[in-house]
C-alpha cells in the first residue's frame, strides 16, 4: 500500500500522559498536513510541512503540541500533558506542489488517522 | 472569510432516487472546490476535483460562481454511497490548507 499511513490508529490514555503519533506520507510528497476531527465536525486545519520545515501553526495547535518532519518523510505529533479536550481524530495528509504533482497537485491525500481518546 | 457550508448534515434518499448534496462556500478569489467521502471505517477519500471535471462512481458537481455553489449530483443513487460526504475549499495562501464544510452524512435506503 503506497497511500498514507498513520500509527498507531486508536490510543487510549490517562489525563496528563503524553502521547506521540507518526504520520508516514506519500513517498513523493513534499507537503504534509496534519487536521483534527472532532464527532459532527468537519477536519480543522492544525499545521503543515513542506519538506521539513514546519511552515505554519495553527492557533488550535497549543504549547502542549508540537510537530516535527525531521527529513522531510514522516512526521509525527506530540501532545504533552493531555487533557479530555484532546480527545479527537487526527488526521494526517500529503500533497504534491509544483510540476511534480501533475494535474493533482496540491490535491490532499489522507491516513486513516489515529484516534485519540483521553480519559 | 473564506468559509464552506453544508446545510445538510443528513440526507435519505430511496435506492435509483437522484441525489444532490449542497455546498456553498464564501471565498474572494478563484475557488479551487473537492468532495472527499468517507464509508464507514474507512479514511477519507478523494471524490472529484472541480478542476478535473471528471465523474466519479456517477457523481459529478459543477462549479456556479454566480451562487457560490459546488453541488454533488448523482441521478441514481446505489446503497453503497451511504456514506458521510465532505465539500472542501483549498485556501489560496502559500498554505494551501483545506477548509472544510461539517458534512452531509448521505444514507440510500433499499
Known amino acids: 500500500d503506497t497511500g498514507v499511513s498513520q500509527d498507531p490508529r486508536h490510543k487510549i490514555t490517562k489525563r496528563g500522559q503524553n502521547v506521540t503519533f507518526r504520520c508516514d506520507p506519500i513517498?513523493?510528497?513534499?507537503?504534509l498536513y496534519w487536521y483534527r476531527q472532532t464527532l459532527g465536525q468537519g477536519p480543522e486545519f492544525l499545521t503543515y510541512?513542506?519538506?521539513?520545515?514546519?511552515?505554519?501553526k495553527s492557533r488550535l495547535l497549543s504549547d502542549r503540541f508540537s510537530a516535527e518532519r525531521p527529513k522531510g518523510s514522516f512526521s509525527t505529533l506530540e501532545i504533552q500533558r493531555t487533557e479530555q479536550g484532546d480527545s479527537a481524530m487526527y488526521l494526517c495528509?500529503?500533497?504534491?506542489?509544483?510540476?511534480?504533482?501533475?494535474?493533482?497537485?496540491?490535491?490532499?491525500?489522507f491516513g486513516p488517522g489515529t484516534r485519540l481518546t483521553v480519559l | 472569510a473564506q468559509r464552506v457550508t453544508q446545510p445538510e448534515k443528513l440526507l435519505s434518499v430511496f435506492k435509483g432516487a437522484p441525489v444532490e448534496l449542497k455546498c456553498n462556500y464564501s471565498y474572494s478569489g478563484s475557488p479551487e472546490l473537492f468532495w472527499y467521502v468517507q464509508y464507514s471505517r474507512q479514511r477519507l477519500q478523494l471524490l472529484l476535483r472541480h478542476i478535473s471535471r471528471e465523474s466519479i462512481k456517477g457523481f459529478t458537481a459543477d462549479l456556479n460562481k454566480g451562487e457560490t455553489s459546488f453541488h454533488l449530483k448523482k441521478p441514481f443513487a446505489q446503497e453503497e454511497d451511504s456514506a458521510m460526504y465532505y465539500c472542501?475549499?483549498?485556501?489560496?495562501?502559500?498554505?494551501?490548507?483545506?477548509?472544510w464544510g461539517l458534512g452531509t452524512s448521505l444514507a440510500v435506503n433499499p
Open positions: 495528509a500529503s500533497s504534491s506542489t509544483g510540476l511534480a504533482g501533475g494535474p493533482l497537485r496540491d490535491t490532499q491525500y
Open positions: 510541512f513542506q519538506n521539513e520545515a514546519q511552515l505554519e
Open positions: 472542501a475549499l483549498l485556501n489560496a495562501g502559500n498554505n494551501r490548507k483545506l477548509i
Open positions: 513517498s513523493e510528497h513534499n507537503r
